[in-house]
């Protein structure tokens, strides 16, 4: 369902991204409305699906899952059966925090949080074990150079 966003809307989506746990006494004030008015903005978004979920944003470092490995997979097999199995195996590994379909000639992209090379290393030989793959190749995050969860509404 789409859903037409005025600039109060998008102003309540900033500062939803900033801080989801603001009052929203406090987030009616920063938007410029009272707070019922406030309060049925926020639900009207959130039953949209424009607020798909609130969450709590982990620190990677402070949970000893400082690694970040970007990791390619190739396959010979398109078929809808292939797909089902790598992807229920794929999403099922915590280590994986993102996954997608590409077009070009990496047809799957997983980034992957992991301790070390030592915990990539088992993560990658449960992943290769889990369905026939024609190629992976992994590269390591040197340096974070920006991270963010907002999207520019």
Request: proline letters at 3%; hydrophobic letters at 50%; glycine letters at 2%.
């Amino acid at each position: 369902m789409n859903i037409l966003l005025d600039a109060i809307d998008r102003r309540i989506l900033r500062e939803l991204q900033a801080d989801a746990t603001v009052a929203i006494a406090d987030l009616a004030e920063r938007v410029g409305l009272s707070q019922t008015p406030c309060w049925k903005r926020v639900k009207r978004l959130t039953e949209a699906g424009v607020i798909a979920r609130r969450v709590a944003l982990l620190d990677p470092e402070k949970l000893d899952l400082g690694l970040a490995v970007f990791v390619s997979v190739r396959t010979n097999r398109h078929d809808q059966e292939w797909l089902d199995h790598f992807a229920s195996a794929a999403s099922a590994m915590p280590e994986v925090v993102e996954f997608y379909r590409l077009s070009g000639d990496t047809d799957y992209l997983l980034k992957v949080r992991v301790r070390d090379i030592a915990a990539y290393d088992a993560f990658y030989r449960r992943l290769i074990a889990s369905v026939p793959l024609a190629d992976v190749s992994s590269a390591f995050a040197m340096e974070q150079i920006k991270s963010t969860t907002a999207l520019p509404v």
